[in-house]
């Protein structure tokens, strides 16, 4: 597993790290340094200066899923901005002005579970 860690305080470190084979060298560039080596992992982490002079930086979140809406009914009598207006009016009592746009109308609509598909 490829892990990154940070300096904390220099921008561009350069340190040695005990390992079983000897010392190994280690450059932070730009705050970073990354290896997959489990064994340079295992002595950075084993370090002194780990916790002090530089730290694993944390693992991104997994992207969440984005939740799909739920199937929205489909409203076909409603043609034109005026009666997107009227219908959520009348069905669901929202007072949008009428001076609402196009996108508001259908984001408002898809609230409340329904579509206007010939909007």
Do not use: C, W
Request: net charge neutral; glycine share 6%; hydrophobic share 35%.
């Amino acid at each position: 597993m490829i892990k990154t860690y940070i300096s904390l305080n220099a921008g561009y470190l350069s340190t040695s790290v005990k390992t079983p084979s000897g010392r190994a060298f280690i450059t932070f560039q730009k705050h970073r340094f990354t290896t997959a080596d489990t064994t340079l992992q295992q002595a950075i982490e084993e370090d002194s200066g780990y916790g002090e002079e530089f730290i694993e930086a944390p693992q991104p979140k997994p992207v969440q899923p984005v939740p799909q809406p739920a199937s929205l009914t489909p409203v076909e009598e409603v043609h034109n901005k005026q009666q997107a207006l009227e219908y959520l009016r009348l069905h669901y009592g929202t007072e949008l002005r009428p001076a609402t746009g196009i996108a508001r109308i259908r984001a408002t609509a898809e609230q409340y579970g329904i579509s206007f598909v010939n909007l």
